[in-house]
């Protein structure tokens, strides 16, 4: 259970810090202070409906269809191979500086749906969560639920740390150069959990 769980939270933490419009827009509400709280809620809950989603759906059709977690996980270690050399590719080109302009405060409700928009019309949040962690918890079995209540927590965990200490990390990520190197963090992690992934596939 303990290595589910682990699994989930790690997977979940390396999906969720790249580099988007959704955690640019969480981290500009943080360096504004903003309705920071309920910006973060509305994140984490929406990542923990599609995660459930995900790990529930998943876990029902591996049962039904056997072969169906060995072609998951080959898959989504070939995804999360591809996904990291796009963050290197991002990486070699250069990051750009994330400093947003002064004005006045927007209004709750406008905020709200900008957040919600930019959770769920984006695909991307669907192949993370609903797709790659449903597949990857179903290598998990039988403890399918804690891999999902871990990366739901992961999910939290990122976009509080994100909202809340952007305060503190506005020095750093005024300058490009962060951000090439979180996305080579985040490239590594994927890299990482594709070969996992791949050494469970492995024949003992």
């Not at 769980?5 to 997977?11: E, H, I, N, V």
């Not at 910006?39 to 790990?55: E, H, T």
């Not at 060995?70 to 999360?80: I, K, R, S, Y």
Request: proline content about 5%.
């Amino acid at each position: 259970m303990l290595q589910a769980a682990l699994a989930g939270f790690g997977t979940s933490i390396g999906l969720i810090a790249a580099i988007g419009a959704q955690n640019a827009f969480v981290l500009r509400q943080g360096l504004r202070r903003e309705h920071v709280l309920a910006v973060v809620l509305v994140c984490a809950i929406s990542d923990a409906v599609l995660i459930g989603a995900g790990v529930a759906g998943f876990g029902r059709l591996s049962t039904a269809v056997p072969w169906l977690g060995p072609v998951m996980l080959w898959g989504g270690a070939g995804f999360l191979l591809l996904y990291g050399a796009l963050r290197f590719k991002a990486a070699l080109k250069g990051g750009e500086a994330l400093m947003p302009a002064p004005g006045v405060p927007a209004p709750l409700g406008r905020v709200l749906l900008m957040c919600l928009m930019f959770t769920w019309a984006n695909p991307h949040v669907y192949l993370d969560t609903v797709v790659l962690l449903g597949a990857i918890s179903a290598q998990y079995a039988p403890h399918r639920l804690a891999f999902g209540i871990a990366a739901a927590c992961a999910s939290l965990t990122f976009f509080s740390a994100l909202g809340f200490g952007a305060r503190a990390l506005a020095p750093v990520f005024a300058r490009p150069r962060a951000w090439v190197i979180l996305e080579v963090i985040v490239g590594l992690t994927m890299w990482a959990i594709a070969l996992s992934l791949v050494l469970r596939g492995l024949p003992d």
